[in-house]
């Protein structure tokens, strides 16, 4: 964070942080130390934050810390992996996930903070035992909740203000070279608590196999991930938080064997793919000061703070050259500002008013170096020494947002939230914005049955840190000549979405819910893979249509719980309207005038799980992951077929040593693709990815945890 935003973060917190103060009678003593119970405190200013987020007409699913521990990795699995156990969330490569037909589109928050998302995305950056719980909200959100709206994912963190004083260590050990080392620190003292953890891991299988073989070439990863929580209560009704975090990973990219060359690159003589020396670096850091508290009966929350990512991908230059007819050195990097406030207050016995802001000020930097060969008028290689093509670009993008909505208890078991939100975007040097209402209703139909609908309007800006300006110009003439022409600026987008669902209590240990959902769709945004670096970039469709339905079911009783989610989803995109340059032309001229498959679409999706506990503190669980297949092309048509349908399944079996003293030794054993299935996630083919990607082959994993 840079010294200056952090000095006029800090003063604006303690000035509002005064406010309480100012209030008091002048010679009014300030509150003692040892009379205040930390604790108490904590709690209470909880349960004030969790009320300035409505949920009203959407949906959710909540995943706590227990439900994490008991999945086959635990604590150390990817978050992405942790969210493919909602209902209608896809996986996809590189640590990617979909929810209802978005190809990403995520927001994450951390204690009601909002995080602007990083270049290589927070599913990478995050660490699960952070994690205190999970709410997953989607369909029609409050008018509190922008940006990035085809889900929230809402992170509430440990606490050391509740977990009391103490720590954990621990190793995860096992197949493909997997060494991944933790720990964690908490505790309080008077008015300070804090919560650090950090986390390195190295394995051979840092992404996606390109083949169906049991262990990839040249995949080598090193990651390293830390979060910092630090407290301060300054009296009963305020606290300050600084929270921090970074993630540095590097990735070797696999190869793909026995291509055959494409180019002649001075006076090679055949190069073998299995050779390719490509790398990828990806770092994010982030700080956010957080003053959070009552004043009389309205509740707040204010921050200020700061994100940084940067990328840099290392091609091999003459092997790409000789299989692509261009190697690029890429750089990107983004900074975002941001500031964030929201309140509550009630009004009378039946409305309460929640109202804020939020701004994002982001820098966006993006270099690559290219080195090409040149071409003749019919595009065929006319020289084999590479020509040298830099090109640079620099933007400055802006968000501004206010809300302001009632929550209504219209009667004892009616409630109705309505609202606007008004979002003003800057960037490429014009600007957008729209007033958008937002519509929720829950109905209590009776002790076990609980309906909800809603009615949302949507706006979605462009993903800054996905943009880099290019001159396609630039490649006139060389092996990197793009197909054809369009725009360069990625446009935000404008949407209508529609929801309905119902959740329904069977006995006291059974929980079913059932949603359905509609989205129409004004500038759809989409992303693809257009280089060789794992980096995607955003384009979009005039026109979108996304609907599905979603089931759930979650059983606990004693020691057995399971649940099991399924969901149909069918996600349209009709003409592309900008970076056609991207897309083969008679791609292109196939959706101007019919509509296709989104390449993230997939129509079934199902994921489940059982954990029972016997003999004291002995475990054993599994879970599942299916999907139908995402998509490919078929017949002529751009994403007209589907890849083949797969099945996930992993076992775990766990045991605490020493659990009645206090100090319990966790050990577990895990099986990751336990039948050893070889499924395909992508195959090169369709409009958005254009390499091939294989799922995880079977993996034995020990770990090991001691509490302390």
């Given at each position: 964070?840079k010294?200056?935003?952090?000095?006029?973060?800090?003063?604006f917190?303690l000035?509002?942080?005064s406010?309480?103060?100012?209030a008091?009678?002048?010679d009014?003593?300030?509150?003692?130390?040892?009379?205040?119970?930390?604790?108490?405190?904590?709690?209470?200013?909880?349960?004030?934050?969790n009320?300035l987020?409505?949920?009203i007409?959407?949906?959710?699913?909540?995943?706590t810390?227990?439900d994490?521990?008991?999945?086959?990795?635990?604590a150390?699995?990817?978050?992405?992996?942790?969210?493919?156990?909602?209902?209608?969330?896809?996986?996809?490569?590189?640590?990617?996930?979909?929810?209802?037909?978005?190809h990403?589109?995520?927001?994450?928050?951390?204690?009601?903070?909002?995080?602007?998302?990083?270049?290589?995305?927070?599913?990478?950056?995050?660490?699960?035992?952070?994690?205190?719980?999970i709410?997953?909200?989607?369909?029609?959100?409050?008018?509190?909740?922008?940006?990035?709206?085809?889900?929230?994912?809402d992170?509430?963190?440990?606490?050391g203000?509740?977990l009391?004083?103490?720590?954990?260590a621990?190793?995860?050990?096992?197949?493909?070279?997997?060494?991944n080392?933790n720990?964690?620190?908490?505790?309080s003292?008077?008015?300070?608590?804090?919560?650090f953890?950090?986390n390195y891991?190295?394995?051979?299988?840092g992404l996606?196999n390109?083949?169906?073989?049991?262990?990839?070439?040249?995949?080598?990863?090193?990651?390293?991930?830390?979060?910092?929580?630090?407290?301060?209560?300054?009296?009963?009704?305020?606290?300050l938080?600084?929270?921090?975090?970074f993630?540095?990973?590097r990735?070797?990219?696999?190869?793909?064997?026995?291509?055959p060359?494409?180019?002649?690159?001075?006076?090679?003589?055949?190069?073998?793919?299995?050779?390719?020396?490509?790398?990828q670096?990806?770092?994010?850091?982030?700080?956010?000061?957080?003053?959070?508290g009552t004043?009389?009966?309205?509740?707040?929350?204010?921050?200020a703070?700061?994100?940084?990512?940067?990328?840099?991908?290392?091609?091999?230059v003459a092997?790409?050259?000789?299989f692509?007819?261009?190697?690029?050195q890429?750089?990107?990097?983004?900074?975002?500002?941001?500031v964030?406030?929201?309140?509550s207050?009630?009004?009378?016995?039946?409305?309460?008013?929640?109202?804020?802001?939020?701004s994002n000020?982001?820098?966006a930097?993006?270099?690559?170096t290219?080195?090409?060969?040149?071409?003749?008028?019919?595009?065929?290689?006319?020289?084999?020494?590479p020509?040298?093509i830099p090109?640079?670009?620099?933007?400055?993008?802006?968000t501004t947002?206010?809300?302001?909505?009632?929550?209504?208890?219209?009667?004892?078991?009616?409630?109705?939230n309505?609202?606007?939100?008004?979002d003003?975007f800057?960037?490429f040097g014009?600007?957008?914005?729209?007033?958008?209402p937002?519509?929720?209703?829950?109905?209590?139909?009776?002790?076990?049955?609980?309906?909800?609908?809603?009615?949302?309007?949507y706006?979605?800006?462009?993903?800054?840190?996905?943009?880099?300006?290019?001159?396609?110009?630039?490649y006139?003439g060389?092996?990197?000549?793009?197909?054809?022409t369009?725009?360069?600026?990625?446009?935000?987008?404008?949407?209508?979405?529609f929801?309905?669902?119902v959740?329904q209590?069977?006995?006291e240990?059974?929980?079913?819910?059932?949603?359905?959902?509609?989205?129409k769709?004004?500038?759809?945004?989409?992303?693809?893979?257009?280089g060789?670096?794992?980096?995607?970039?955003?384009?979009?469709?005039r026109?979108?249509?996304i609907?599905?339905?979603?089931?759930?079911?979650d059983?606990?009783?004693g020691?057995?719980?399971?649940?099991?989610?399924?969901a149909?989803?069918?996600?349209m995109?009709k003409?592309?309207?900008?970076?056609q340059y991207?897309l083969?032309?008679?791609a292109?001229?196939?959706?101007?005038?019919?509509?296709?498959?989104?390449?993230?679409?997939?129509?079934l999706?199902?994921?489940?799980?059982?954990n029972?506990?016997?003999?004291?503190?002995?475990?054993?669980?599994?879970?599942?992951?299916f999907?139908?297949?995402?998509r490919?092309?078929a017949?002529?048509?751009?994403?007209?077929?589907?890849l083949p349908?797969?099945?996930?399944?992993n076992?775990?079996?766990?045991?605490?040593?020493?659990?009645?003293?206090?100090?319990?030794?966790?050990?577990?054993?895990a099986?990751?693709?336990?039948?050893?299935?070889?499924?395909?996630l992508?195959?090169?083919?369709?409009?958005?990815?254009f390499?091939?990607?294989?799922g995880?082959?079977?993996?034995?994993?020990?770990s090991l945890?001691?509490?302390?």
């Open positions: 964070m010294p200056s935003l952090l000095a006029s973060s800090i003063a917190a000035a509002l942080a406010l309480p103060v100012l008091a009678a002048p009014a003593p300030p509150p003692a130390v040892t009379d205040l119970d930390a604790v108490t405190v904590s709690a209470r200013l909880d349960q004030a934050r009320a987020s409505p949920d007409g959407s949906s959710q699913y909540q995943i810390a227990e994490i521990q008991k999945q086959p990795l635990g150390s699995a990817p978050l992405s992996q942790v969210l493919l156990q909602a209902p209608g969330v896809v996986q996809d490569s590189y640590g990617g996930v979909h929810v209802r037909g978005d990403a589109n995520l927001q994450y928050r951390l204690n009601g903070v909002l995080l602007p998302e990083s270049i290589s995305g927070f599913g990478q950056t995050l660490d699960a035992r952070t994690i205190k719980s709410r997953l909200m989607d369909g029609a959100l409050p008018a509190q909740f922008g940006e990035r709206t085809a889900a929230v994912v992170i509430t963190t440990r606490s203000a509740e009391g004083n103490g720590g954990s621990g190793l995860i050990t096992g197949a493909y070279g997997t060494l080392p720990a964690s620190w908490w505790g003292q008077g008015r300070w608590s804090w919560f953890t950090g891991n190295q394995n051979q299988v996606e390109p083949t169906a073989a049991r262990r990839p070439d040249h995949d080598d990863t090193h990651q390293g991930k830390a979060f910092a929580d630090l407290t301060y209560l300054l009296n009963d009704s305020t606290r938080s600084l929270f921090a975090g993630a540095n990973n990735f070797q990219i696999p190869t793909n064997p026995g291509q060359p494409q180019f002649g690159y001075l006076d090679t003589a055949g190069y073998d793919s299995a050779r390719l020396d490509e790398t670096r990806e770092n994010t850091r982030f700080g956010m000061l957080v003053l959070q004043l009389g009966a309205t509740a707040y929350q204010v921050s703070g700061q994100r940084y990512s940067d990328l840099g991908f290392n091609p091999d092997g790409d050259l000789v692509n007819g261009v190697a690029s890429v750089q990107r990097s983004n900074r975002a500002n941001t964030q406030a929201d309140f207050t009630p009004l009378g016995d039946n409305h309460t008013l929640r109202y804020g802001l939020y000020n982001e820098q930097r993006a270099a690559s290219a080195w090409v060969f040149p071409v003749d008028a019919d595009g065929n290689q006319a020289g084999t020494t020509i040298v090109d640079a670009s620099a933007f400055h993008a802006s947002a206010l809300y302001v909505q009632d929550q209504w208890r219209l009667a004892e078991d009616w409630t109705l309505y609202g606007l939100r008004g003003r800057k960037a014009g600007s957008e914005g729209q007033l958008s937002r519509l929720g209703v829950v109905w209590n139909a009776g002790d076990s049955t609980t309906v909800h609908a809603g009615y949302s309007r706006f979605t800006p462009p993903a800054s840190e996905l943009v880099a300006g290019s001159d396609i110009a630039l006139d060389t092996s990197n000549q793009q197909p054809g369009g725009s360069t600026t990625p446009l935000s987008e404008r949407s209508d979405y929801d309905v669902g959740s209590q069977v006995g240990h059974l929980t079913l819910g059932l949603d359905a959902y509609d989205r769709v004004d500038r759809l945004q989409d992303e693809g893979q257009f060789a670096a794992y980096i995607y970039s955003t384009f979009n469709y026109q979108g249509h609907h599905g339905v979603e089931f759930s079911a059983y606990s009783h020691p057995l719980s399971a649940y099991i989610n399924a149909y989803n069918k996600a995109g003409q592309v309207l900008t970076g991207n083969d032309p008679q292109l001229a196939y959706v101007q005038d019919n509509w296709i498959h989104l390449d993230h679409d997939q129509k999706t199902s994921s489940g799980g059982v029972y506990t016997f003999a004291g503190h002995n475990r054993i669980g599994a879970n599942y992951v999907g139908s297949g995402l490919s092309d017949d002529g048509v751009p994403n007209g077929g589907e349908a797969y099945l996930q399944v076992l775990s079996a766990g045991h605490d040593f020493n659990a009645g003293g206090g100090h319990p030794l966790h050990a577990q054993l099986v990751i693709n336990a039948l050893d299935r070889s499924y395909q992508r195959d090169g083919g369709g409009i958005g990815v390499a091939p990607q294989w995880p082959r079977r993996g034995a994993y020990l945890q001691q509490d302390f």
